[in-house]
């Protein structure tokens, strides 16, 4: 994908000329027609929509043609191409292509002129947003909401910026094959299996690798569960670990589209200082408890969490937000709570729920390839589940679920038997009052995290302890940590 603009050229402004260096494209094509290698080199860093000079780029895409047929590109092999276009004529015919090749430069000179390239090329895209923004803000239709033109301008503007994500859509085997090298060896440097983002708890950092780049990741579950407990204790985890270690690229944006800012703020207090969210809210707090909340607060009052708590938020404006936030501190994770309140994109079909929650999907795929960054989204479950005997969560009962499955790279259910046992307490003094209270003391304080799926790895039911009256997950102690099953 391109990362120029296109623009109506009545938008254009009078100026002498765009910013340019006719020289440096003549030398670094120049270069490629004399060392085909050198396109591989510099094919990161540019595309012919980088090029101003339009027989420049036309010339480069023949060569990149070329080469990728595994054909040498000279002087010699491009003539043919231009002798029936007859595009050259006007600057000298194929004569032009060995004066290009006489005046090529070496490798590391190619590299520093695409970069030049690179750079004009986005002063020029800023100018031409520039004027892409004030033609849409006079002219657009009066039904457009001045936000839809915001959001356009950020994912222009973020897009100018991301040199490379946003670039080439095909990568050279070798460049991905380093990338994963790089990743073995920093997880055996570590002595860690943990390769991606640490999410805090060990098991499950065991089961997936911590979170990784480009990852959609389903966290589902019925009501009163805790899905948003896990959540708010994964992105508490993470932003500390991203605040101790002064990573900016491990910040945390929480789209909170159910409970308030403040809301979701008292719910990680309660779990740091483990004093109830109820009694919080009621103000049935001691001196202490006061003390030790005001202790608690100015200790993670830093933390790079930034949440957004916009009600029936669609996917395009979160895109638009994480890239501006992305751009603005650094970003490492999305955390959307949940995924059935956000809306589908304004140029949606909505022929069916289905569809639209397809869309969805899809569009946090695309954000967290695009953002090259792993994302979180809660999902709801259908109310099939209840109908069972045994209420663990199946792929199945993902609600709408349309490509839930299909788009997502992981799909986990939180589960609690507690919940469904204790709403079966038969009459006290029973023989099954008695087998009723072993069940519970059994499982008492515990949760299960069945991964469901996992694209990359093994599926398993993952143990955590669970304090109800902080909405705490954490770490089971056993010796038994994961169960895995066929």
């Known amino acids: 994908m391109s990362s120029t603009i296109q623009l109506n050229p009545s938008i254009q402004k009078d100026i002498k000329e765009l910013p340019h260096n006719a020289e440096a494209e003549q030398g670094l094509i120049g270069a490629i027609l004399l060392n085909n290698d050198i396109a591989d080199e510099v094919n990161s860093i540019i595309d012919a929509n980088h090029f101003y000079e339009e027989i420049h780029k036309r010339i480069y895409e023949v060569i990149n043609k070329l080469i990728a047929k595994g054909q040498l590109a000279t002087p010699v092999t491009l003539k043919s191409y231009f002798e029936v276009e007859k595009s050259l004529e006007e600057i000298g015919g194929s004569e032009y292509l ?68 946003q670039l080439h859509a095909m990568q050279n085997f070798s460049n991905s094959l380093d990338e994963a090298m790089e990743q073995v060896t920093k997880a055996y440097e570590n002595d860690s299996s943990v390769t991606g983002i640490s999410t805090g708890f060990i098991d499950l950092d065991q089961k997936l690798g911590g979170l990784h780049p480009s990852d959609l990741l389903i966290l589902a579950g019925r009501p009163s569960m805790g899905k948003t407990s896990l959540a708010t204790n994964i992105a508490f985890n993470i932003a500390k670990k991203a605040y101790d270690d002064n990573d900016k690229n491990s910040n945390v944006a929480f789209f909170s589209l159910e409970m308030s800012a403040e809301q979701l703020a008292t719910r990680v207090l309660s779990e740091q200082s483990k004093i ?94 695009e953002l090259n960054i792993p994302i979180l989204a809660l999902s709801q479950l259908s109310r099939q589940v209840e109908q069972r005997e045994d209420k663990r969560p199946q792929l199945s009962d993902l609600r709408e679920s349309g490509s839930i499955e299909q788009d997502s790279d992981v799909v986990m259910f939180i589960f ?62 056993s010796n038994e940590y994961a169960k895995d099953y066929d």
């Open 276 to 369: 109830s969210s109820n009694e919080m809210r009621k103000g049935n707090l001691s001196e202490s408890d006061l003390d030790t909340l005001v202790s608690t607060s100015q200790k993670i009052i830093e933390l790079p969490l930034f949440i957004d708590d916009t009600p029936a938020i669609n996917i395009a404006t979160l895109a638009s937000r994480a890239r501006r936030l992305k751009r603005k501190h650094g970003l490492g994770v999305i955390i959307v709570d949940y995924l059935q309140l956000l809306r589908p994109p304004k140029n949606s079909r909505g022929e069916s729920r289905v569809l639209e929650v397809s869309e969805i999907t899809q569009g946090l795929k695309a954000l967290a390839k």
């Open 98 to 165: 060995v004066r290009l090749a006489s005046a090529a430069v070496s490798l590391e000179y190619a590299k520093n002129y695409a970069q030049i390239i690179y750079d004009l090329a986005v002063r020029r895209n800023l100018y031409i947003l520039g004027g892409k923004i004030e033609h849409d803000a006079l002219e657009s239709s009066i039904d457009i909401n001045p936000s839809e033109l915001i959001e356009s301008a950020e994912k222009d503007l973020y897009q100018i910026s991301e040199k490379g994500s």
């Open 416 to 477: 609690r038997e507690e919940y469904y046992v204790e709403r079966t307490a038969p009459a006290p003094g029973t023989t099954e009052y008695i087998d009723w209270q072993q069940k519970m003391s059994e499982i008492h304080g515990q949760a299960e995290l069945l991964i469901g799926k996992q694209r990359h790895g093994p599926t398993g039911n993952i143990r955590l302890s669970f304090e109800s009256k902080f909405t705490r997950f954490g770490n089971f102690i």
